[in-house]
């Protein structure tokens, strides 16, 4: 059963001077087999307004897809990398990511995922990025 849910998403470089950007909105929570599920609408904040995100959770991994304006499935898995297209308004980028760490703290009435990955857009030099999930109920 679905249950509305406040998630805060921070992104931050931890080398970079800049400002950890965050959004917190509403969305949806649940638990299927051996998943959390978290589904939300990004906002014009995010820059991908009119785009769906849906994070499938479990101790050992997190999968991002949007859908929308932006379209995009990715991977993060401790010690693992991924190349994926990020097709957007603007044209298509290639992202490839590795996961350095993954920390789940989840249950029912929600909880938090921290994701430490190193993410290089179209064979750009990888800035390192601190992902913080907390989820409410």
């Given amino acids: ?56 959770i479990s101790e050992d991994v997190m999968y991002l897809k949007r859908e929308g304006t932006t379209n995009t499935e990715m991977e993060f898995r401790p010690n693992t990398e991924n190349v994926n297209l990020y097709n957007t ?24 995922v921290m994701v430490d990955y190193s993410l290089s857009i179209s064979g750009q030099p990888s800035q390192n990025t601190i992902l913080n999930i907390n989820i409410k109920i």
Avoid: C, H
Avoid at 93 to 108: A, F, N, S
């Fill in 89 to 112: 308004p603007y044209g298509t980028l290639e992202l490839k990511t590795k996961t350095k760490g993954l920390q789940v703290e989840m249950k029912d009435d929600g909880g938090d």
């Fill in 1 to 56: 059963m679905n249950k509305k849910a406040i998630i805060s998403v921070s992104s931050k470089q931890p080398s970079g001077e800049e400002e950890a950007i965050e959004v917190v909105t509403p969305g949806e929570f649940y638990k299927e087999g051996n998943f959390y599920y978290a589904i939300y609408n990004e906002t014009e904040l995010s820059g991908m307004e009119g785009t769906e995100t849906t994070l499938k």
